[in-house]
T-cell receptor
Framework: DVKVTQSSRYLVKRTGEKVFLECVQDMDHENMFWYRQDPGLGLRLIYFSYDVKMKEKGDIPEGYSVSREKKERFSLILESASTNQTSMYLC????????????FGNGTRLTVT | GNSVTQMEGPVTLSEEAFLTINCTYTATGYPSLFWYVQYPGEGLQLLLKATKADDKGSNKGFEATYRKETTSFHLEKGSVQVSDSAVYFCALSTSGTYKYIFGTGTRLKVLA
């Protein structure tokens, strides 16, 4: 089974801090994704990556950046955390394009105070 | 653009009741369709999928049939259990892209 591991289940950060969310997958998937999940809004794509060092903006990239230096690891960076970035963050990976399902980590619940 | 619409929740059922969660979609081309389930405090897990018209996906007693004529992919289960209480997401993706479109989720609560 594919395992997608997010480094933290819960994080509490202060406004203005730089925040790193880490994600590792163990199945050699080309594609990795970062979503945020908010009540009533469903899942919204922040960034995705289809190869090492490649990244593409999703629907809500503002205030975020990403890094993919190794195939198995995809990091989400909040350059200067704000309270409106309090959310559940979900990392996912997939193989190929389109027809392959996403495999999700357990999520990181981030609170910015 | 592509979109997924699923029924609003919450849905509350008694144990052993029949479950239907409606999902309809709008897409160009021939999307693949998915149902994911999210248990409390966890990420999403793939429940089932279908990649072409008339395919039936099934898993753990859940079923959904890809209906191109009605652009639907309704989730059904004949007899729900308390352990099925979760949030269910319908999603689609199209070949040649990396984009997955999710519905807003339907919360299911099953009472003993």
């Amino acid at each position: 089974d594919v395992k997608v591991t997010q480094s933290s289940r819960y994080l509490v950060k202060r406004t203005g801090e730089k925040v790193f969310l880490e994600c590792v997958q163990d199945m050699d998937h080309e594609n990795m994704f970062w979503y945020r999940q908010d009540p009533g809004l469903g899942l919204r794509l922040i960034y995705f990556s289809y190869d090492v060092k490649m990244k593409e903006k999703g629907d809500i990239p503002e205030g975020y950046s990403v890094s993919r230096e190794k195939k198995e690891r995809f990091s989400l960076i909040l350059e200067s955390a704000s309270t409106n970035q309090t959310s559940m963050y979900l990392c996912a990976s997939s193989l190929g394009q389109g027809n392959s399902p996403l495999h999700f980590g357990n999520g990181t619940r981030l609170t910015v105070t | 653009g592509n979109s997924v619409t699923q029924m609003e929740g919450p849905v509350t059922l008694s144990e052993e009741a029949f479950l239907t969660i409606n999902c309809t979609y709008t897409a160009t081309g021939y999307p693949s369709l998915f149902w994911y389930v999210q248990y409390p405090g966890e990420g999403l897990q793939l429940l089932l999928k279908a990649t072409k018209a008339d395919d039936k996906g099934s898993n753990k007693g859940f079923e959904a049939t890809y209906r191109k004529e009605t652009t639907s992919f309704h989730l059904e289960k004949g007899s729900v259990q308390v352990s099925d209480s979760a949030v269910y997401f319908c999603a689609l993706s199209t070949s040649g892209t990396y984009k997955y479109i999710f519905g807003t989720g339907t919360r299911l609560k099953v009472l003993a």
